[in-house]
């Protein structure tokens, strides 16, 4: 593998650093000679502290301007030629879209991975169909080039055009991977004396990820149960997202003694083994979701929606619970149901750690990538 040369392709310096670095060392162990293109943010000078050659384009999130996209094209293509790029592996939509249109008349190895298809498929009003529909003859015009493409749960499969032309290009490989030792089952140590069992919900502030439907669960406990819990949820409003929880909605809970907004943190781990139960209501079409994951490989009770990616994440009711999606009712009903059994709450957190390390730690997620691009 030493003569590969890898091209990462990435449209959020921040998501890269937090999520694809790991693979990247992985990648570099394995004997590739990694590159990475990305926007020029503060993390670039973080990564490139780290030994990888980068380089910055035009491509950024949520950035559909077409000028700057067709830049970020000829950037990507010049930078894949510049390296020798023996594969480009690109992560997200708008990053595989440039990566098709980089690569259309190149013999490069082209690796398309989809973490989710996110809004336009979670949602059923006619202009999240008719998004869905664009999404899906663009997804159907970068297979015919893709030499492989990643998806993270086998539900993504069915919602693809034509999917059965390219049932050898596209394979499963479950979630991003977790970090089994920097997400550990530490509590006892940590966990500082509290009166209150602790929920936390670690996500995007994003209507699609249940956000709405949990804080009005947790509202609507009888007033017994409603004291003995606090319901931590860490993130920020997603300000380029058209559908991100609004400042004000936060703002809102300011003073609740239920419901604590935590806003952005950076250890995230630390929150982890201050909680009982970690809880994702999502009903955003998740690939899967990493913030399960770390809860998981920290030894915690999960419970969230029976939507595609999260409900890969529960055994059989065994480490947590699976719930209707958009249901206050079901989310309410979960919590009283975790309240009633916490006798039960070690056990399945010791089966969540289980899983965690058979069926998504980094590197057995990373060796399925690297076996991939052999094929």
């Known amino acids: 593998m030493s003569n590969k040369n890898l091209l990462l392709l990435a449209h959020d310096g921040e998501d890269f ?3 694809r670095l790991p693979f990247a060392h992985f990648l570099r162990d394995q004997g590739y000679k990694v590159f990475v293109i990305l926007p020029n943010d503060k993390y670039t000078d973080l990564i490139r502290k780290e030994g990888f050659e980068i380089t910055n384009s035009s491509i950024e999130r949520d950035n559909t ?3 700057h996209l067709l830049k970020a094209v000829f950037e990507i293509r010049r930078y894949a030629r510049t390296c020798n790029a023996d594969i480009v592996h690109s992560f997200k939509f708008i990053p595989n879209l440039m990566n098709f249109c980089a690569n259309l008349l190149t013999t490069r190895k082209t690796v398309l991975h989809i973490a989710g298809l996110g809004i336009a498929f979670a949602n059923p009003g006619l202009k999240f169909r008719i998004l869905k529909w664009i999404q899906q003859v663009l997804f159907f015009l970068q297979f015919l080039r893709a030499d492989l493409v990643i998806i993270q749960n086998p539900d993504d499969y069915n919602d693809f055009l034509f999917k059965k032309l ?8 479950k979630g991003s991977g977790v970090d089994i030792l920097k997400f550990s089952p530490l509590r006892e140590q940590k966990r500082p004396v509290s009166g209150k069992k602790v929920f936390l919900c670690t996500t995007r502030l994003i209507w699609e990820k249940g956000i709405r439907e949990m804080v009005e669960a ?19 409003p997603d300000t380029k997202n058209p559908r991100g929880v609004t400042p004000e909605y936060v703002e809102k809970y300011k003073s609740s003694t239920t419901i604590r907004f935590l806003g952005r943190q950076d250890r995230i781990q630390e929150h982890l083994c201050q909680a009982d139960v970690f809880i994702l209501p999502s009903y955003y079409r998740e690939g899967i979701p990493r913030s399960i994951l770390e809860a998981l490989a920290s030894g915690l009770p999960i419970i969230t929606t029976s939507v595609p990616g999260c409900k ?11 719930i209707e999606p958009r249901s206050v009712e079901a989310i309410r009903a979960a919590v009283e149901n975790m309240l009633a059994n916490e006798q039960r709450w070690p056990e399945m957190g010791a089966i969540s750690r289980e899983l965690a390390i058979a069926e998504f730690s980094e590197n057995k997620i990373f060796s399925e990538i690297v076996k991939l691009y052999a094929q």
């Open 17 to 19: 650093y937090k999520a």
């Open 65 to 67: 301007n077409p000028i």
């Open 218 to 236: 947790f509202e609507s406990l009888p007033a017994n149960l409603r004291a003995q819990v606090e319901l931590r949820i860490i993130g920020e």
């Open 312 to 322: 890969l994440t529960i055994v059989s009711n065994q480490n947590g619970l699976l």
């Open 166 to 173: 390219f049932r050898k290009k596209i394979r499963v490989v």
